[in-house]
């Protein structure tokens, strides 16, 4: 039986992106359904009752939740271009670093510009957390998080790569400068020109008029 | 060579216990490193320089951290009795149910109780444990790994033990029966799992602590 994909998607989102990053680096044929989240689908709301967002991926009828969950099922089940290490510690170590991403320093990066860069303790505590990542790439010395090839945590921090730079420029807010972070920088420009995260970036104009719209200039 | 095994910890933790219940279900001999958190080891903040806090899992000399990503870390590790399913699809529910144990109903909880069991904080974690109600209705089996207890399980350690200590020790309540019967008769069939009884702190020492730190003592 021929696998059956589909995305419930927001082309801006990058928890969605992960997953279409994780689909084009498997070659997985998919279907994209884009989401109007003011007015949500009957079916994405069957297929997510608990937190009803997106991204869903329904692989033959059966839906997987959450960007990072659905990451590693792609992972489980196409198994060429491997997303996570074979070895469990360096396993472990990928999951770590993917969940600090997402529990701390994306958190600590939204309050910044929804809190319109007014706060000096809010911005001081976003900054400690990307010293840290910057720390784990200069201790890391290789290219990517996950060495010469993007793994796991390069497709988490995906946000920092590419959105983070559209927010700074919309809100003229710079947090990430050459000389303050540049290992994020270097590998951020890296990952965004890997053929595979290239094509599934939304455009710079939509996501800045996005941002704009949302967060207005500070 | 040998397997070295530590846990740095506090009993009292209900995240360091998923890491015990794991090593216990596995049969695996490991050392326990109690840590005193308001005076960390230099071992501990030398392990976990990102966190500093406990569990962190030292196998060999290398240290990983966060319990669901230590529980996964023992699962791939130590082969017998397995913790996650084996099929691709049922695995990532069990993923996704342990994380929503942590992005929702542990946080709300932990609310509930900061606020002394403020009205609209109960109504969250009510909200959160009625997923859970669900989930247990709908597989219709005695833990949420079916048979035998899985991640999802051992993810929902605070809710079979941690919740019935608070409620008792600021005489508040959080997951009545009557609403709740499916997740209450999970809670005694899971605490009375030899494994996890195995590893609980005693009750009345989180009574203690929690009477003392709400000042209810």
């Not at chain 1, 089940?77 to 996570?84: H, N, Q, Y």
């Not at chain 1, 469990?88 to 958190?107: G, L, M, S, T, V």
């Not at chain 2, 005076?39 to 976990?48: F, H, T």
Request: hydrophobic share 45%.
């Amino acid at each position: 039986m021929a696998d059956e994909v589909t995305l419930y998607a927001d082309g801006r989102s990058p928890f969605v992106c992960r997953v279409k990053i994780a689909l084009n680096m498997k070659g997985i044929k998919y279907k994209n359904m884009e989401e109007d989240l003011q007015n949500k689908s009957g079916a994405l709301l069957n297929y997510n009752p608990v937190h009803k967002k997106v991204p869903v991926l329904v692989h033959n009828g059966n839906p997987i939740l959450e960007s990072l969950v659905i990451v590693e099922y792609l992972d489980n089940v196409w198994e060429r271009v491997p997303i996570l290490p074979q070895d469990p510690y360096e396993k472990a170590a990928a999951r770590f670093w993917a969940k600090f991403i997402d529990d701390k320093c994306i958190p600590a990066l939204y309050k910044v510009f929804s809190s319109k860069g007014e706060e000096e303790q809010v911005i001081t505590e976003a900054c400690e957390q990307l010293q840290i990542l910057e720390d784990e790439l200069e201790l890391k010395g290789k290219k990517f998080f996950g060495g010469d090839n993007i793994n796991l945590v390069d497709i988490a921090a995906d946000f920092i790569a590419y959105w983070l730079q559209l927010l700074e420029e919309a809100t003229e807010m710079k947090l990430v400068t050459r000389s303050k972070f540049p290992k994020i920088t270097e590998w951020a420009e890296g990952f965004v020109n890997c053929q595979v995260v290239k094509e599934m970036l939304p455009p710079r104009a939509i996501m800045l008029a996005y941002y704009k719209n949302r967060f207005g200039k500070i | 060579m040998a397997n070295e095994v530590k846990l740095h910890g506090v009993t009292r933790s209900p995240f360091v216990c998923r890491a015990v219940i794991a090593l216990n279900l596995k049969d695996v001999k490991y050392e326990f490193v109690d840590e005193d958190l308001s005076n960390k080891s230099s071992d501990l903040i030398k392990y976990n320089p990102v966190y500093k806090k406990v569990p962190v899992l030292l196998h060999n000399g290398n240290p990983i951290s966060e319990s669901l990503v230590i529980v996964e870390y023992i699962d791939e590790v130590w082969k017998g009795v397995p913790l996650l399913p084996q099929d691709a699809y049922e695995k990532a529910q069990a993923r996704f149910w342990a994380k929503f144990m942590d992005d929702k109903c542990f946080p709300t909880v932990f609310k509930a109780v900061t606020s002394l069991g403020e009205e609209q904080a109960v109504a969250e974690v009510h909200e959160a444990l009625q997923f859970l109600e669900n989930e247990l209705k709908v597989k219709g089996s005695k833990f949420f790994g079916g048979d035998n207890i899985n991640l999802v399980d051992i993810a929902a350690t605070f809710v079979a033990f941690w919740i019935g200590a608070v409620e008792e020790a600021l005489g508040i309540e959080l997951l009545p029966k009557d609403k709740f019967p499916k997740l209450t008769e999970w809670s005694d069939n899971y605490v009375n799992c030899q494994a996890v009884k195995d590893s609980l702190p005693p009750r009345e020492d989180l009574i203690a602590i929690y009477k003392k730190r709400f000042g209810k003592a």
